[in-house]
């Protein structure tokens, strides 16, 4: 469960993707296993593919168990609802895991339902996810991504990843996440990342959105 006494917990952030569907964002914890397996189970076979290079409808126990093991600082989670749909769904999430306790690197991943790819929810939970990273002192994130996932690719590019290496399939490439960061504050046009930003940096005192 998530740590207790970060200022980064609770926060609820509510914008708009850029069709105008609402969502809201809160940060991913145990008591969600059965919304991040409904969310998962609602993929298609290609996008289960992509981000977990299966395309089996149910995933193991314990990859989901890994999954919802959150505690907010080794492993950072953010997830996100469309309040707007009918039961209110999960629709997207995003991870950042530390490889060792005290270190300053992990990996990233992120899924976001089908019918809501597109849209700009990706960065907004990315977003999320690197202010609370770079909070807890985890400062650059690898991310392995399936050479035939080109929306992933064009994503970590377009926020200033660099290509490390690539094997069976899989290419590998780094992330700063002050960089990142930087790069998401600079894009005034998204009002999703914005509303992201204002809310958790001011939060957490970090520099507001469109400072220096």
């Known amino acids: 469960m998530d740590a207790p006494g970060r200022p980064i917990d609770n926060i609820i952030v509510c914008s708009v993707l850029s069709d105008g ?14 919304l991040l397996r409904e ?11 992509l981000r977990f290079f299966s395309p089996v409808a149910q995933l193991p126990d314990d990859v989901i168990e890994r999954l919802v093991d959150v ?24 991870h950042a895991v530390r490889y060792r306790h005290g270190g300053r690197a992990g990996e990233y991943s992120v899924a976001v339902l089908d019918e809501f ?12 996810l690197l202010v609370q990273c770079l909070a807890e ?30 094997g069976a399939g899989v290419a590998e490439y780094l992330l700063d996440v002050a960089g990142a960061i ?17 809310t958790l940096e001011g939060e957490m005192g970090a520099p507001a959105v469109g400072a220096g």
């Open 137 to 166: 002192g985890l400062t650059v994130l690898d991310v392995h991504i399936l050479s035939e996932n080109y929306a992933a690719t064009k994503l970590v590019k377009s926020l200033g990843a660099i290509w490390r290496t690539e």
């Open 21 to 34: 569907t609402v969502v809201c964002l809160r940060t991913i914890t145990p008591d969600d296993e059965d």
């Open 71 to 94: 505690d907010g600082h080794d492993h950072i989670a953010w997830g996100a609802i469309c309040t707007e749909c009918p039961g209110q769904p999960a629709i997207g999430a995003v």
């Open 117 to 128: 790819q597109g849209k700009g929810l990706a960065r907004m939970m990315t977003a999320a």
């Open 39 to 49: 969310g998962i189970a609602k993929l298609s076979a290609e996008s289960r593919y």
């Open 182 to 198: 930087a790069v998401l504050r600079a894009d005034e046009g998204a009002r999703g990342v914005q509303d992201v930003l204002r």
